[in-house]
T-cell receptor, first 106, second 117 residues
Framework: DIQLTQSPSSLSASLGDRVTITCRAS??????LNWHQQKPGKAPRLLIH???LLYTGVPSRFSGSGSGTDFTLTISGLQSEDFATYFC?????????FGQGTKVDI | VQLVQSGAEVKEPGESLKISCKAS????????IGWVRQMPGKGLEWMGV????????RYSPSFQGHVTISADTSSSTTFLQWTSLRASDSATYFC???????????WGQGSLVAVTS
């Protein structure tokens, strides 16, 4: 299985901050890396697929980059509704695997 | 796209259980749909997927043999089934439509399963 390691595991930020979360894969996965957001008690939501493509309805303050083994999710101008846990997920091979999550709080 | 899951369940070890996820807003038989486990306070674990059009099913090795994923195209519903629950099966289970077999793009609201004696 492909292992995904996120950093940091948690971070504290303020409204308007620029936040960066990284995800490292144990094997090269081209650009087959996706990011999901999960708020407490809610279902996850797909934000970015294929490393850098914004999914339907996702605000443009979210962006993704990377290829191979190293990937980044950036939130430019943190809003109150962005406080959540973010998971990276690889779709290069089965079984699908997720990173352990990064919790973004105030 | 909307995925509506069945409600919370409380079961004893050894019991059987089948939870459901009803899909609407898209052509059910043409997209993979699967299940993801989240244990309390933990991350996401992909369990497997099914393609309702031909019932092809793919499981994570971690869950193969312990659960069964099925689908009913007449009701646009997918199911996750256990024949013998363990306490370690206590978790929230999310169904998720997959854009392709390895990319979940729309998620259900989750079904809480508690297995306790």
């Amino acid at each position: 299985d492909i292992q995904l390691t996120q950093s940091p595991s948690s971070l504290s930020a303020s409204l308007g901050d620029r936040v960066t979360i990284t995800c490292r894969a144990s094997l090269p996965i081209n650009n087959l890396l996706n990011w999901h957001q999960q708020k407490p008690g809610k279902a996850p939501r797909l934000l970015i697929h294929a490393a850098s493509l914004l999914y339907t309805g996702v605000p443009s303050r979210f962006s993704g980059s990377g290829s191979g083994t190293d990937f980044t999710l950036t939130i430019s101008g943190l809003q109150s509704e962005d406080f959540a846990t973010y998971f990276c997920q690889q779709s290069a091979s089965s079984p699908v695997t997720f990173g352990q999550g990064t919790k973004v709080d105030i | 796209v909307q995925l509506v899951q069945s409600g919370a369940e409380v079961k004893e070890p050894g019991e059987s259980l089948k939870i459901s996820c009803k899909a609407s807003g898209y052509t059910f038989r043409t997209y993979w749909i699967g299940w993801v486990r989240q244990m309390p306070g933990k991350g996401l674990e992909w369990m497997g997927v099914i393609f309702p059009g031909d019932s092809e099913t793919r499981y994570s090795p971690s869950f193969q043999g312990h659960v069964t994923i099925s689908a009913d195209t007449s009701s646009s519903t997918t199911f996750l089934q256990w024949t013998s629950l363990r306490a370690s099966d206590s978790a929230t289970y999310f169904c998720a439509r997959h854009k392709h077999s390895t990319l979940p793009d729309y998620w259900g609201q989750g079904s809480l399963v508690a297995v306790t004696s």
